[in-house]
C-alpha cells in the first residue's frame, strides 16, 4: 500500500504541475517517474519494481483497450478511401524514411527495420485522448485520424507478430500472423453481431457492464496468450469488439475512471524505468524524430489535402499523428526478447516515443497549425474578379455556412468575395468561379484586396473575437455593415461598442428552441390559460 | 519489463471472468452480486486451484476495500455523522457485549471448549462493513438514516476489532493478558483515532478547500488528487495501528465538506467496484471448507444465531431510541453477517494455535451461509419488513410507529438541460422564466454559478448513476447543448429507452442522421438559427433587396430542421 501511495503522490504532483503550468500530463507523469527513481536511488531505497512492472502490464492492457473502444468503422462512414489511402501512406513514407535512415547512420538491416517499423505508427493512446480533451472527435480532421489509427494498429499488430515469430521460420511467422487475423475477425463478428444484439436484449446495470466489459479485455488478452500473440494484441481487439455504439458510450463512463488511474499510474512506471541511452543513441534519437516530423508534417499533409481535406485539416491530421505508438515500445521489447535488437535501441525508441508524445500537445496547438498554412502557395486566380466590385457582400471565412450564404447573396442577386486562408476553399471557390481572397481575414491589407471597405456587407465568421475586432477597427468609418458571430455575452457588447451587428448564435438557438418547446411541450391547460 | 510471466494479469482475468460469468448466472436467480463473487473465488480457488493469492492482489483486494469506504465517507458530511453517532455507539457497543456473550453460551452448549467457544463468540460478533455498504449502494441507500447509523455502527464496531486484534497480538508476544499490555494498546488506539480524527478535521478546514476548488475545473486533477488523499490518510491510519477502513473513511468525510464530492463519488465508483469485486472473489478463494462437512450442525446452529440473533438485538437497541419501526428493522437487518475480519481472527488464532482446523471451517461456512442469506435480507428488506409486520414479530419492540423525519429528493416533470455553455445558459434562463422546474447539469462546477431559478448538479451524464439522481426518468424533457457527438448520442439514447423526449444539440450536419434515427425530438441547430439571424439583420437593415410582404415569396436559405412534433410525428421546418 505504501509503494501505491508513492505512486499517486508522484501522479498527483504531476497532475497538479500540469494544471497550473499548462502543460500536457503525460510527459510531467513520466518525468515524475524519473523523480521517484532518481529519490529512491539517493535514499539508497529499492524500488517496488514488481509492482511497478505490474502496474506497467496492467496499465497498458486498460489503456489500450480503452483506446480501441473509441475506434469504431462506423465514424469513418463515407470516408473510407481517404482513410486508407492516408494511413498506407504514412505507414509505407515513415516506415521507408526510418529504414533508410537508419542504414545511412549505419545500423545493420533488422535493426532498420525495427526502427522502421517503430517509427511508422502513430500512438492510438495519445491521439484519442486529444482529441477527446479538445472535443475534436466528430471534426473531419477527427474522424479522418481515427480511421488512420485503426489501419495503423492493425498493420503494427501484424507486422509485430510476424516479427515475433521471424525467428522460427516464414511458415511459423505467417501461421501466427494468420491466428491474429482470426482473433481480429472474431473482434469485428462481435462488434457487428453479438455485442449490439445483448445492448439489445439484456439490461445490465453499470457494475455488470463493466465486469462484461473487462472480461471481454482478459478474455482477448488470455486468447492472445494462448496463441502465442503478445497480449496488447488481444487488449486492442477487444476494445475494438465494444466499439459499436451504445456499448462503447454505456462503458465509456466506468472506462475513462480505470483508464484515469491506470494512466497516471502506467506513465510513472514507464518513467521510473527509463534510462537514458548513450551520448550517440541521444544524437541519431533526435536525428529520427527530425525524421518522423518532417516527413509526417509534409507528406500527410499533401496526402490528405491531395484526397480532399480543407488545408487546415490535412496540416491538423498530420500534425497530430507526429508521434510513435505505444505499440512502438512494444515492437521494440519484443525484439529485445527474441534477441534480434540490444537493449540500448529499446531505451532508444523508448526515448523516441516519449519525447514526440511529449511533443504532440505543443505542436498541435492552432498557431502551429496557422503557421504552417502561411507556407502553402497562394492562390492569386481569384483576385482577379475583385478589382471591380463594389456594393458587394464580403464572407470572411466560407466554413459551414459559406455555400449556404453564397447561394442567398446569389439569389438576392448580390455580388460576393469569400476570403479565407485555406489554400484548399479557395481552391474549390476558384473551381466554382467565385470571386475570393486567400489570406488572414483579420488582416487590412487582404480585406482591401476584397474590397471591404466598398462592400455593403461584410459578414465576419472568424473563430476569434480578436480577430473580429480587428476587422471592425479597419472597417470604421466605411459604410459596409459589419456581421460578426458572437457565442458570448461579453462578444455581443464588444462588437456592439465597435459599431458591428453582433449575430448572436447561442441566442437564435435558444429563441427558437424555446418557441417550439412552448407549441410541443407545455401542458394543454397552459396553453389555454 | 522482460521476462514477464503475466501472472497478475493471468490471475486477473480468472478473476474478472469468474465474477462475470457467475453474476450473469446469479442474475438468472436474482442472487446478489456480492455473493455471486464468493462463489465464483471458491469455484476458482478451494474447487479448481486456478488462482493463488499473491501479493498484487492482495494490494488490489485492500485498494477495494479502501475504496469503498472512501466513498462511504465522501457521501457523509459532519452534520450527517453527528446525527447517527450516538445511536451509533450504543447499538455498536450493545450487540458487540451481547452477541459475545450470547456467542459463548451457545458454543459451550454445542461442547466447544472455552477458548474455542471465545474465539466463534468473537468472530460471530462483528457484521462486514464491505457487504453491507456495497448492498446499501446498491439499493441507493446509503444517504438514508438508517444507511447512515448502520454505516456508524460498522465504523464504531470497527474501533473495537482494533482493540480485540491488539489483545490477541498481546496474547501471541507472550506477554498474555498483563494490565500493561492491555492499557497501552487501548492507548494506542484511541490516542491514534483521536490523532488521525484531529488531523482529518484539521485539513477538512483549513489545508483541502483551496487547493481542491483550484483542481476542480480539471476533472483529472481531482480524481487523482482524492484518490493520492484517500491512500495517504489510510496510510497514517496505519502508522498508527489503525485499520485501513477507518483511514478511507475519514479521508472520505475530509472531502465531504466540499461541494464536488457527489461528482467525485460517481467518478470513483466504477474503480471501486472492479477493485471490490476482486477482493470479493479473493475472499472466496482464501476460504477453507476442508472440514465443513463434519461441522455442519454446529455451523448452522451458529449461522442461524447471527442471522436471527443478530438482528434481534440490534432491534430491542435502536427501537428503544426512538427510532422509528421502519428504521430499526433496516438498521437490523444489515447485521445478520459475519465480518472478514472474522476470517482474519480465526486464522491468527489458528495459526497461533490456540484453535482447531475444525474451528476455522467452521467460521467459514457461517461467513459463506450469513453473507449470502443476510444480501438477500438486505436486498429485499422491504418484502421482510412487511412479513413480519403482518406475523406480528415486530410487535414486542414496541417501536415507534411514526416515521422518522426524513428528507428524500425527488423530482418530477422537470427539464433537464445539460451542458453550461452560452447555449444551455440561455435555455435554463428561458425555461426558467417560463416558470419550468429545470435542473442544469455540467461537469464544470464554475460553469453552474449565476443561475438563478435552477436546480444544479455537478456531473458527467456519461455515468448510469448520474442519470439516475438527476431523475432523467421523470423528467419532461431532456436538453443537451454538449458539444461532444458521443456524449449526446448516448443521452438520446437512454432517453428514447425510458420513453423521455430529448433536444440534442446537432452541432455539425454528420450529426444529425444518426440523432433522428434516435429519435431526438428536436435538434438545437446554432449554426442554421445563426444564419436565420444574419439574414433577419441583413433584411432589416435594408442591406438585401425588398422585405418580404405577405404575397411575396421569401428568399430561404434552402435548410431543413427535422422535429417530431408532439405526437412523435416527423416534420421539419424549412428556413
Known amino acids: 500500500m505504501t509503494g501505491l501511495a508513492i505512486l499517486l503522490l508522484a501522479a498527483a504532483v504531476a497532475f497538479g504541475l500540469s494544471k497550473w503550468i499548462r502543460l500536457p500530463v503525460i510527459p510531467l507523469l513520466m518525468l515524475s517517474g524519473v523523480g521517484v527513481r532518481m529519490l529512491a536511488e539517493a535514499g539508497g531505497v529499492a524500488l517496488p519494481r514488481e509492482l511497478l512492472r505490474e502496474m506497467v502490464e496492467l496499465g497498458l492492457a486498460v489503456l489500450v483497450f480503452a483506446a480501441g473502444a473509441e475506434l469504431s468503422p462506423r465514424r469513418m462512414r463515407g470516408r473510407t478511401k481517404p482513410i486508407v489511402i492516408v494511413a498506407v501512406s504514412q505507414f509505407l513514407l515513415l516506415g521507408l524514411a526510418g529504414i533508410v535512415t537508419a542504414t545511412v547512420l549505419g545500423y545493420n538491416l533488422m535493426t532498420a527495420f525495427y526502427l522502421g517499423c517503430a517509427l511508422s505508427a502513430s500512438s492510438t493512446l495519445v491521439v484519442v485522448r486529444h482529441l477527446q480533451t479538445r472535443r475534436q472527435m466528430f471534426e473531419p480532421y477527427g474522424r479522418l485520424v481515427l480511421g488512420v489509427l485503426l489501419l495503423q494498429d492493425l498493420f503494427i499488430i501484424l507486422i509485430m507478430v510476424a516479427l515475433l515469430k521471424s525467428p522460427e521460420g516464414a511458415l511459423i511467422s505467417a501461421f501466427a500472423v494468420i491466428k491474429a487475423v482470426g482473433l481480429g475477425v472474431l473482434a469485428l463478428g462481435l462488434h457487428k453481431w453479438f455485442v449490439p444484439w445483448l445492448t439489445r436484449r439484456v439490461k445490465l446495470d453499470d457494475e455488470e457492464l463493466m465486469l462484461g466489459a473487462l472480461s471481454m479485455l482478459f478474455a482477448f488478452s488470455g486468447m492472445a496468450y494462448l496463441l502465442e500473440l503478445p497480449f496488447l494484441v488481444g487488449a486492442l481487439f477487444a476494445g475494438f469488439a465494444l466499439s459499436a455504439f451504445p456499448m462503447n458510450g454505456l462503458v465509456r463512463g466506468m472506462l475513462g475512471s480505470l483508464s484515469g488511474f491506470f494512466l497516471a499510474l502506467f506513465f510513472i512506471s514507464v518513467g521510473a524505468f527509463l534510462v537514458l541511452p548513450g551520448p550517440q543513441m541521444l544524437v541519431h534519437s533526435l536525428i529520427f524524430i527530425l525524421v518522423l516530423l518532417l516527413v509526417t508534417v509534409v507528406f500527410v499533409s499533401v496526402v490528405a489535402e491531395a484526397v480532399g481535406y480543407s488545408t487546415r485539416a490535412a496540416i491538423e491530421t498530420a500534425v497530430l499523428l507526429s508521434q510513435t505508438s505505444e505499440f512502438s515500445l512494444l515492437l521494440a521489447l519484443t525484439g529485445v526478447a527474441s534477441g534480434q535488437i540490444s537493449p540500448e535501441l529499446f531505451s532508444m525508441i523508448a526515448l523516441i516515443t516519449v519525447s514526440t508524445m511529449t511533443l504532440t500537445p505543443f505542436i498541435s496547438r492552432d498557431r502551429v497549425a496557422w503557421s504552417l498554412m502561411r507556407l502553402h502557395p497562394r492562390y492569386r486566380t481569384g483576385e482577379q474578379a475583385c478589382e471591380t466590385l463594389s456594393d458587394h457582400a464580403v464572407l470572411l471565412g466560407y466554413g459551414r455556412a459559406g455555400a449556404r450564404l453564397a447561394q442567398y447573396f446569389k439569389a438576392q442577386k448580390i455580388p460576393i468575395v469569400v476570403v479565407d486562408d485555406d489554400a484548399a476553399v479557395i481552391r474549390k471557390l476558384i473551381q466554382k468561379g467565385i470571386p475570393c481572397v486567400q489570406g488572414d481575414g483579420s488582416d487590412p491589407l487582404t480585406i482591401d484586396r476584397a474590397h471591404g471597405r466598398e462592400a455593403r456587407v461584410v459578414i465576419c465568421s472568424m473563430r476569434r473575437i480578436r480577430d473580429a475586432e480587428a476587422v471592425l477597427k479597419h472597417m470604421r468609418g466605411s459604410r459596409a455593415k459589419v456581421l460578426v458571430r458572437t457565442f458570448e455575452p461579453e462578444e455581443v457588447a464588444l462588437v456592439e461598442q465597435a459599431g458591428g451587428y453582433p449575430v448572436r448564435t447561442a441566442h437564435a438557438s435558444a429563441r427558437t428552441f424555446l418557441d417550439w418547446f412552448e407549441e410541443n411541450m407545455s401542458e394543454p391547460d397552459e396553453e389555454s390559460a | ?575
Not at chain 2, 62 to 72: C, T
Not at chain 2, 420 to 441: F, K, Y
Not at chain 2, 495 to 501: M, N, S, Y
Not at chain 2, 536 to 554: A, C, F, H
Open chain 2, 1 to 575: 519489463m522482460q521476462g514477464s510471466d503475466y501472472t497478475l494479469l493471468l490471475d486477473l482475468g480468472f478473476i474478472v471472468i469468474g465474477a462475470a460469468a457467475f453474476a450473469f448466472l446469479g442474475k438468472l436467480v436474482r442472487m446478489p452480486s456480492i455473493v455471486a463473487y464468493i462463489f465464483a473465488g471458491i469455484f476458482l480457488g478451494p474447487v479448481l486451484g486456478l488462482v493463488e493469492i499473491g501479493h498484487s492482489l492482495e494490494l488490489i483486494a485492500e485498494v477495494g476495500i479502501a475504496l469503498l469506504l472512501f466513498l462511504v465517507g465522501l457521501e457523509l458530511s459532519f452534520a450527517k455523522i453527528r446525527d447517527v453517532g450516538r445511536v451509533a455507539v450504543a447499538a455498536g457497543v450493545g450487540q458487540v457485549v451481547f452477541t459475545a456473550a450470547g456467542g459463548i453460551v451457545i458454543c459451550l452448549l454445542l461442547g466447544f471448549d472455552l477458548i474455542a467457544s471465545v474465539f466463534l463468540a468473537v468472530a460471530l460478533t462483528f457484521s462486514s462493513t464491505v457487504v453491507v455498504v456495497k448492498l446499501l449502494d446498491q439499493k441507493g441507500h446509503l444517504n438514508r438514516l438508517y444507511g447512515r447509523m448502520a454505516v456508524g455502527i460498522f465504523l464504531v464496531q470497527d474501533l473495537i476489532v482494533i482493540l480485540v486484534l491488539t489483545l490477541l497480538a498481546g496474547l501471541g508476544h507472550g506477554d498474555g493478558l498483563a494490565f500493561g499490555t492491555v492499557a497501552l494498546g487501548l492507548g494506542k488506539a484511541f490516542g491514534g483515532m483521536a490523532l488521525l480524527l484531529g488531523i482529518v478535521l484539521l485539513a477538512s478546514k483549513y489545508l483541502l478547500p483551496r487547493p481542491f476548488a483550484w483542481a476542480a475545473r480539471s476533472p483529472d486533477t481531482i480524481f487523482i488528487w482524492a484518490l493520492f488523499w484517500c491512500f495517504l490518510v489510510a496510510g497514517l491510519a496505519g502508522i498508527l495501528d489503525l485499520s485501513l477502513e477507518i483511514g478511507a473513511f475519514l479521508a472520505g468525510i475530509a472531502l465531504a465538506q466540499l461541494p464536488y464530492n457527489d461528482d467525485l463519488r460517481r467518478r470513483l465508483h466504477p474503480l471501486m467496484s472492479f477493485f471490490i469485486a476482486v477482493f470479493f472473489v479473493t475472499l472466496g478463494v482464501q476460504m477453507d471448507l476442508s472440514a465443513a462437512r463434519e461441522n455442519a450442525l454446529p455451523a448452522a446452529v451458529l449461522s442461524l444465531f447471527v442471522i436471527i440473533g443478530n438482528p434481534l438485538i440490534f432491534m430491542f437497541i435502536i427501537s428503544r431510541m426512538n427510532y422509528s419501526e421502519w428504521n430499526s428493522f433496516q438498521t437490523s437487518i444489515t447485521v445478520a453477517q459475519i465480518s472478514e475480519f472474522s476470517f482474519i481472527f480465526a486464522a491468527l488464532g489458528f495459526s497461533s494455535g490456540m484453535i482447531t482446523q475444525d474451528v476455522l471451517s467452521i467460521v467459514a461456512v457461517v461467513g459463506i451461509v450469513t453473507i449470502t442469506v443476510s444480501a438477500y435480507m438486505i436486498l429485499y428488506s422491504d418484502l421482510l419488513y412487511r412479513v413480519c409486520r403482518r406475523l406480528r414479530i415486530l410487535r414486542p419492540f414496541r417501536a415507534k410507529q411514526t416515521p422518522d423525519d426524513e428528507r428524500i429528493t425527488s423530482r418530477l416533470g422537470h427539464v433537464i438541460v445539460v451542458g453550461m455553455n452560452q447555449l444551455g445558459v440561455e435555455i435554463v434562463q428561458g425555461l426558467v422564466r417560463r416558470g419550468e422546474l429545470v435542473l442544469a447539469v455540467d461537469t464544470d462546477p464554475a460553469k453552474l454559478l449565476g443561475l438563478d431559478g435552477a436546480e444544479v448538479l455537478i456531473g458527467n451524464v456519461e455515468y448510469e448513476s448520474v442519470v439516475e439522481e438527476i431523475g432523467m426518468r421523470e423528467a419532461k424533457l431532456v436538453v443537451s447543448a454538449l458539444q461532444i457527438e458521443d456524449t449526446n448520442h448516448l443521452l438520446a439514447y437512454r432517453c428514447r429507452k425510458l420513453g423521455v423526449p430529448c433536444s440534442i444539440h446537432a452541432f455539425d450536419v454528420s450529426v444529425v442522421d444518426d440523432l433522428m434515427d434516435l429519435e431526438t425530438s428536436y435538434l438545437l441547430m446554432p449554426n442554421v438559427d445563426g444564419l436565420v439571424e444574419q439574414r433577419d439583420i441583413l433584411e432589416k437593415e435594408g442591406l438585401v433587396g425588398e422585405r418580404p410582404t405577405s404575397n411575396m415569396e421569401r428568399p430561404t436559405l434552402n435548410i431543413e430542421r427535422p422535429t417530431l412534433n408532439r405526437d412523435g410525428e416527423e416534420g421539419g421546418d424549412r428556413v
